[in-house]
C-alpha cells in the first residue's frame, strides 16, 4: 500500500502513537521507529509493536508528543515552502543540494 500518506501525517498532527507499514508512503519520511511512531514490514511486527504501546503507557505519551512535535516544527507548510525555495536555488544556481536536510524535499 502506497497510499495513506496523510492519514499518517493527520494522525501524528493529533497527537497519536502511529503503528504504521513502511509501504505507506509517507512512512519513512514521518516515523522514525520508536521515537514518534512505530514502523513495521510484518504482521508480527504490527502485533508486537501495538502491544509495547498498550503496555507502555508512559512510552506511548511520549511518543504521543514526539509525533505531534515532528508535525508542529519538522512537517509544517512553512518549513515545507523554506525548503522547497531553497531547494529550488540550489538547482537553479547550480549550487550543491543540501543532503542534511531533513523533513519536506530531504534527499530520498
Known sequence: ??????????????GCAVVASE???SV?????DGQNG???RKTGELLEKTETLIK???LC?????????????VWNP??????LVALCEE????KPVDERRSGPCEKI
Open 1 to 14: 500500500m502506497k497510499d495513506g500518506g496523510a492519514v499518517v501525517n493527520e494522525a501524528m498532527s493529533a
Open 23 to 25: 509501504e505507506m508512503g
Open 28 to 32: 519513512p519520511f514521518l516515523i522514525k
Open 38 to 40: 512505530f514502523s513495521f
Open 56 to 58: 507502555n503507557t508512559e
Open 61 to 73: 505519551a511520549q511518543i504521543q508528543r514526539e509525533a505531534k512535535t515532528t508535525i508542529e516544527e
Open 78 to 83: 512553512h518549513v515545507a515552502a523554506a525548503h
Open 91 to 94: 538547482l537553479l544556481l547550480g
